[in-house]
């Protein structure tokens, strides 16, 4: 019965149920941290995509150097 009025209380600050999956690209995982999934999450802080999820004008280069670091 209280239903209704406990959906008006979810306060603004809180992210859309859409961005609860992570922003990559083709990537239906669960969003864990700044809107990505703990992989893209690496990947956007490596540069390799932008928090809208778009891959970096330089991907291919970048995501060699990712993968490479992380091989090591
Ligand atoms: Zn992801």
């Known amino acids: 019965m209280a239903d209704k009025k406990f959906e008006k209380q979810i306060p ?3 992210v859309s149920l859409e961005s609860s999956r992570c ?5 239906k995982k669960k969003a864990e941290k700044a809107g990505f999934c703990a992989e893209h999450f690496d990947w956007f802080k490596a540069g390799l ?5 778009m891959k970096a004008p330089d991907f291919d280069k970048k ?4 993968t490479a670091k992380k091989a090591s």
Do not use: A, P, S
Not at 23 to 27: I, P, R
Not at 49 to 53: C, E, N, Q, V
Not at 63 to 66: D, E, F, G, M, R
């Open 12 to 14: 603004n600050n809180v």
């Open 23 to 27: 922003t990559g690209e083709g990537c």
């Open 63 to 66: 995501h060699y150097h990712y």
């Open 49 to 53: 995509i932008t928090k809208d999820g």
